[in-house]
């Protein structure tokens, strides 16, 4: 038996595969196959829109894929979540979909919209929202490039964002949020309570999920003097209380924690000055909690 699973193609695609490097899963693909390897017999990969997903998993062609949010409300498929994994294409954060008007705009709010012309590729949920705030305009489905179509083509859009850099790269000014989105591991709801799926999909789920915690994180090793415990463990933040383990010297005691990769910088210099000694800093794979 096979598990059938969709990865994300398009701009979370690379950071998918790269999750599931982390979660111990080898993904290789190539430009000519839709079908990628993975390292693991028991599964079946296949790449599919992002925008598509959720569609193909609640009409069984796949039994699991990883898709956002958004596109799941954006169908209104019929899927069970299994996890939300907070990543994107540019970082370890959520995405927003925003109402966005070009910067000489005289419109403040959605209200103003009365009438007009948005853009979008998110059509469906761009009409609940305009429905939730009692407001008619004409959506349209834009078929890329969304942000030069104000104010010739359209009088707003609504466009996913990071950070908003491309936003005010095209002289855009953000009006609204409509809808924050994640990325999900969505299953077939059939699919889901299968005995041998289910299992499986519990697994890779608990794996990925811990290739998430770990994201931005490092392991530290060091040694310290009995007399020194305290200050060092002063020092410290660690993700939960530090493991200290006796070394054959009764006067010596090894450390080991997790710290946020960014404060590692500014932490070794002060452990160093506290009287620690062969410190070391490793990558961390998966932090299962």
Not at 97 to 126: H, N, R, Y
Not at 186 to 210: F, P, Q, T, V
Request: glycine share 6%.
């Amino acid at each position: 038996m096979k598990l059938k699973l969709g990865i994300p193609k398009g701009s979370l695609e690379q950071a998918t595969i790269e999750l599931f490097g982390k979660a111990g899963f080898k993904i290789r693909t190539s430009s000519r196959s839709y079908f990628p390897t993975i390292d693991d017999p028991e599964i079946e990969c296949m790449l599919i829109r992002a925008q598509e997903m959720a569609r193909y998993v609640e009409d069984g062609v796949l039994d699991a894929g990883l898709t956002g949010r958004d596109w799941v409300e954006e169908t209104g498929a019929t899927v069970e979540t299994l996890c939300d994994l907070i990543y994107s294409k540019q970082s370890f954060g959520k995405v927003r979909w925003v109402l966005a008007v070009p910067e000489s705009s005289p419109f403040q709010s959605v209200k103003d919209l009365e009438g007009k012309v948005i853009a979008t590729e998110l059509v469906e949920t761009t009409k609940r929202y305009l429905a939730r705030n009692g407001v008619t305009a004409k959506v349209e489905f834009s078929w890329g490039a969304t942000e030069v179509k104000p104010p010739v083509l359209a009088d707003a859009i609504v466009e996913v964002t990071e950070t908003g850099a491309s936003l005010r790269a095209s002289n855009l000014r953000i009006v609204e949020e409509v809808l924050e989105s994640n990325t999900q591991l969505i299953a077939n709801c059939a699919s889901a309570r299968d005995e041998w799926k289910r299992r499986k999909l519990d697994d890779i789920r608990m794996l990925l999920e811990g290739a998430i915690n770990a994201l931005g994180k490092v392991g530290l090793m060091l040694n310290v003097r009995r007399a020194d415990l305290a200050t060092v463990l002063g020092i410290l933040p660690a993700l939960k209380k530090p493991t200290i383990s006796q070394l054959s010297d009764e006067e010596w005691l090894a450390i080991n924690t997790v710290l946020d990769e960014s404060t590692v910088r500014h932490i070794i210099p002060r452990l160093k000055e506290a009287g620690a000694q062969g410190i070391v800093e490793y990558p961390l794979n998966k932090i299962v909690v």
